[in-house]
Every structure is written in C-alpha cells, then in structure tokens.
C-alpha cells in the first residue's frame, strides 16, 4: 500500500475539548440566539403578509360574486318585465282583435 492509501485507513479520535477554541461560547449562543431570533421576525413578517394577501384575494373574489349575482338578478328582472310586457302587448292584440271582430260581426249582422 501507498503512504496515501495508508493514511485514508487510519482513523483518529479527537477530543473536542482538547481542540483550543479562540471564541467565547456565550458571545456565540447570544449571535445564534440573535440570528434565530432576526429569521423567526422575517418568518412572521412573511407569513403576515401571506395571509393579509390571501384575505385581499378572498374579499376580491366576495366582491366579484356579489357583482355577478346583482348582475344575474338584474338580467332576470330585465327578463322577466320584457316577458310581463310581450304578455301585455299580446292580450292588447287579442283585445284589439276581439273589438275589430266584433265590430264586423256587428256591422254585417246588424245591416
């Protein structure tokens, strides 16, 4: 075997309290603590505007609905006064009709 390969074999333990350090622990979990606590502000910030754009679009989409069923409703009224109006327009045909019969049938059996 090489010098190499037998380097790769052997393995070593360390003591990770023999290993010098030359940061103060504290100052370090206080800059952990500060990070985590900037990201979990980030996080909040994020989810409430998530939330406050998911509710513009649910109130959007509420407006949408009641302007397309005042729409519906206006067309169905619409609809239903030019149906009220044809059935006027009709019987004032058939009236009309009814005089002009009547006028000939009296007319001819009266003369």
């Keep these: 075997m090489s010098n190499f390969q037998d380097a790769n074999t052997r393995l070593s333990v360390v003591n990770p309290e023999l290993v010098p350090v030359d940061s103060d622990s504290e100052e370090d979990l206080e800059?952990?603590?500060r990070e985590a606590a900037a990201e979990q502000a980030r996080i909040e910030?994020?989810?409430?505007?998530?939330?406050?754009?998911a509710h513009e679009r649910t109130e959007k989409k509420r407006?949408?609905?009641?302007?397309e069923e005042a729409r519906k409703a206006e067309e169905a009224r619409k609809a239903e006064e030019d149906r009220a109006a044809k059935e006027k327009a009709a019987e004032?045909?058939?009236?009309?009709?009814?005089?002009?019969s009547s006028?000939?049938?009296?007319?001819?059996?009266c003369n």
């Design 45 to 53: 910030v994020a989810t409430r505007a998530k939330i406050a754009a």
């Design 103 to 109: 006028r000939r049938f009296c007319f001819f059996a």
């Design 31 to 33: 800059e952990i603590q």
């Design 92 to 100: 004032e045909s058939r009236r009309r009709q009814l005089k002009v």
């Design 63 to 67: 407006r949408e609905r009641k302007v």
